[in-house]
Nanobody, 125 residues
């Protein structure tokens, strides 16, 4: 069983930065991509960013382009989300996810087999 453990959330003022980390408990496991999603109260879970594990190719949601950066450390079996210039609308629970197999629909939660428990990010104005 693969477990994904997020860390790094917290409370930050508008314009501040946070870095989220997600460590996978098992190595190796078949992994095509890892991603970050977020869910605000009363809203659906939305895609934030994804990274193909082998190639390092990334995708970002339009709402975070130029502010958030996803990266991975293969040796540490960890994926990161560097969040800069945070806005109150970034407030949400952030989830890490892993997809075992490739898909052209990398932004869909349905592609992902494993999920972390989530970490709260709150941005105050």
């Amino acid at each position: 069983q693969v477990q994904l453990v997020e860390s790094g959330g917290g409370l930050v003022q508008e314009g501040g930065s946070l870095r989220l980390s997600c460590a996978a408990s098992r190595r190796p496991f078949n992994r095509y991509a890892m991603a970050w999603f977020r869910q605000a109260p009363g809203k659906e879970r939305e895609f934030v960013a994804a990274i193909r594990w082998t190639s390092g190719i990334t995708d970002d949601a339009e709402s975070v382009k130029g502010r958030f950066t996803i990266s991975r450390d293969i040796a540490k079996n960890t994926v990161y989300l560097q969040m800069n210039s945070l806005k109150p609308e970034d407030t949400a629970v952030y989830y890490c996810a892993a997809a075992s197999f490739g898909s052209s629909v990398i932004v869909s939660p349905a592609v992902y087999d494993y999920w972390g428990q989530g970490t709260q990010v709150t941005v105050s104005s």
